[in-house]
Structures are given as structure tokens and as C-alpha cells.
T-cell receptor, first 117, second 109 residues
């Protein structure tokens, strides 16, 4: 089984629908992230969480919300999906202990491809 | 703002050496990471440089110059399986990595 699991892997939906992407991890990491990937734009940070009570907006949080249900679970919601939210979404985890001693390693799930029509 | 610049595409032949450059402009900098992503797959960690100099891991090496805000990934003895996208990512101290837009490497026979 994968250490970081995302569901669903693929989803097609219509404009205005509510969508939830789920992420669970077995690595025991406190830090979890949601990134969005668009062609030519790399990975952009949507939200991140360092524990269940610490949730922070990333650079492109508008139109998204998150929930950290437990250390191992971090969900991304689109309350009312729109076509420009069509993208590949990645969940990631890390155990970065601190700013100066980390190795810069994130562990990614396999991605959730979302298409909004 | 935070920005990392990489070439969009690089082409090289099997067995050759290729260098993928990354220049960054960030407010705060602690280190530079490199990730590989095959089509349809997840990014996977390759290397991390916190200090100036060269880090070698098998056929891959990564270099950092803080004074020049510059780093590169060096891939030697290229193989067809190295065809992928490569991303540099900066730890700016803002609690999450900031990624470049990626370089698509195509290895030709």
C-alpha cells in the first residue's frame, strides 16, 4: 500500500458542484500539504497543515477549503467547482523538524485529476 | 514574491551529460531541493542543498551557490528512463516549499 493515498484518482464533475479530495497517510508525519499542478506552472501550494489545529493558506487558496480530521487525514474541498479548477491535485507530507535542519523532502501521493466541465 | 526560474525543456542523447539550471528570487532562503516527475506520476525527491557546493548521489549531482541565487541538477550517463520533468524547489522558511515551473527533459537514443 502507498504511504500517501489520494482518493479519488480521477473525477469529472460539473460547474457548481461540491467536490472533496481526500488524502490519508501512514508515514506518521505531522505536516501535510495540498498542491495544484497545471501544465507549465509547476506545483502551487493551496493549503498546508502542521497539525490538526494548525491550518494555513498557501498562495492559491481562494475557492478551496481544507479539513484536517486527524494526523493522518487531510481533505481538500471545492465548495462550488469552476472550470479553471481543472487540474492535477497532489497531497504531500513531510516530517521536516525545523527550518534549518530539514532535507527538503516531501512525500507525494499519486495525484487526483479533477476535470470541471 | 517568490520565484524560481528553470528552462522549460531540455533535450539530450542517451549517455550524455545534461545540466538543468535554476535561479531563484526569494525572501528568505534555507535550501534548494530537486524533484523528478514522470508523466502521470507523482514528484519524487532527488536531492537537497542547504550549503554551497556539490552534492552527489549516483548519476545525479546537485549544486548550489547562495551568493548567485543559483543551483543546478547534473544528470550523467543519461538513460531513456531519465526522460521526465525536473523541478527545483526552495525552502524559503515560509513553512512550505515553493516550486519552479519545471524542466521537461527528453532523452533521445
Amino acid at each position: 500500500d502507498a504511504d500517501v493515498t489520494q482518493t479519488p484518482r480521477n473525477r469529472i464533475t460539473k460547474t457548481g458542484k461540491r467536490i472533496m479530495l481526500e488524502c490519508s497517510q501512514t508515514k506518521g508525519h505531522d505536516r501535510m500539504y495540498w498542491y495544484r499542478q497545471d501544465p507549465g506552472l509547476g506545483l502551487r501550494l493551496i493549503y498546508y497543515s502542521f497539525d490538526v489545529k494548525d491550518i494555513n493558506k498557501g498562495e492559491i487558496s481562494d475557492g478551496y477549503s481544507v479539513s484536517r480530521q486527524a494526523q493522518a487525514k487531510f481533505s481538500l474541498s471545492l465548495e462550488s467547482a469552476i472550470p479553471n479548477q481543472t487540474a492535477l491535485y497532489f497531497c504531500a507530507t513531510s516530517d521536516l523538524p525545523g527550518l534549518a535542519s530539514n532535507t527538503g523532502e516531501l512525500f507525494f501521493g499519486e495525484g487526483s485529476r479533477l476535470t470541471v466541465l | 514574491g517568490q520565484s524560481l526560474e528553470q528552462p522549460s525543456e531540455v533535450t539530450a542523447v542517451e549517455g550524455a551529460i545534461v545540466q538543468i539550471n535554476c535561479t531563484y528570487q526569494t525572501s528568505g532562503f534555507y535550501g534548494l531541493s530537486w524533484y523528478q516527475q514522470h508523466d502521470g506520476g507523482a514528484p519524487t525527491f532527488l536531492s537537497y542543498n542547504a550549503l554551497d557546493g556539490l552534492e552527489e548521489t549516483g548519476r545525479f549531482s546537485s549544486f548550489l551557490s547562495r551568493s548567485d541565487s543559483y543551483g543546478y541538477l547534473l544528470l550523467q550517463e543519461l538513460q531513456m528512463k531519465d526522460s521526465a520533468s525536473y523541478f527545483c524547489a526552495a525552502d524559503t522558511g515560509r513553512r512550505a516549499l515553493t516550486f519552479g515551473s519545471g524542466t521537461r527533459l527528453q532523452v533521445q537514443p
